[in-house]
């Protein structure tokens, strides 16, 4: 089982004019199993500390610890390629490439050999309720929804069980929202994924099993509703 613990950890935004303290002794800890939901007003910090949580940036202050070992002393390369994986509200899947393509990219990356890694990228399409027919499609010819399950698609391959999403459904209806929330909630609950998502959603957060609400770059409230392993 994975376990991160964030402890006393603040981020500066700093340009020629000003310092914006983004997050201010921010503490809290995710597991395995869980799905989380970090909410709060834009400003409050929240992707700020996702991001520091996907190891895309280094707290200025504090530590972050995954299974004990401290983040700032991995390498990051290593961590974001093979431990976790971010899924953002704009899909960022590339054009040129097609559904398969896009999946088997992190892959290929690693070295894995053509056919492996077509294989387990139709496993991963699969998994998130795709038909074949999408194998061959290019993002411009599916839906939103289409588009962000072939993101998360891409983000399971890669092998890690850390799922980060910031605003993974800000873009979509709802019948395509709850497919991917959906989607969200059995990695965690029945394949061990440590999911957390950025959401200004009232119905995504009031699924989750641990909420963080978060206010001036601080936490102000946790809420848990059980649920997960």
């Given at each position: 089982m994975d376990k991160m613990v964030v402890e006393q950890v603040s981020y500066s935004y700093i340009s020629k004019y000003q310092t914006i303290l983004a997050l201010r002794e921010v503490n809290c800890s995710f597991e395995s199993g869980r799905f989380y939901a970090i909410t709060g007003e834009s400003g409050s910090g929240k992707s700020t500390l996702l991001s520091l949580l996907a190891g895309l940036d280094l707290p200025k202050e504090g530590k972050i610890y995954l299974n004990g070992e401290d983040l700032s002393k991995m390498d990051r390369d290593i961590y974001r390629r093979d431990i976790a994986a971010v899924v953002y509200q704009a899909f960022h899947l590339f054009p040129l490439l097609n559904a398969l393509e896009n999946v088997m990219y992190p892959l290929e990356?690693?070295?894995?050999?053509?056919?492996?890694?077509?294989?387990?990228?139709?496993?991963c399409i699969g998994q998130v309720g795709l038909p074949e027919k999408i194998h061959g499609q290019f993002p411009k010819m599916m839906s939103g929804g289409e588009?962000?399950?072939?993101?998360?698609?891409?983000?399971?391959?890669a092998g890690g069980k850390l799922l980060f999403a910031d605003e993974p459904t800000g873009n979509l209806d709802t019948e395509n929202e709850e497919n991917v929330v959906a989607i969200l909630e059995r990695l965690a609950h029945?394949?061990?994924?440590?999911?957390?998502?950025?959401?200004?959603?009232?119905?995504?957060?009031?699924?989750?099993?641990?909420e963080y609400r978060m206010r001036d770059g601080q936490i102000v409230e946790e809420q848990k509703r059980g649920g997960g392993q």
């Open positions: 990356l690693k070295g894995m050999p053509k056919a492996r890694a077509a294989a387990r990228a139709k496993k588009q962000q399950r072939v993101a998360i698609a891409r983000a399971m391959a029945e394949e061990g994924y440590m999911v957390v998502v950025v959401t200004h959603n009232p119905g995504i957060a009031a699924r989750a099993d641990v």
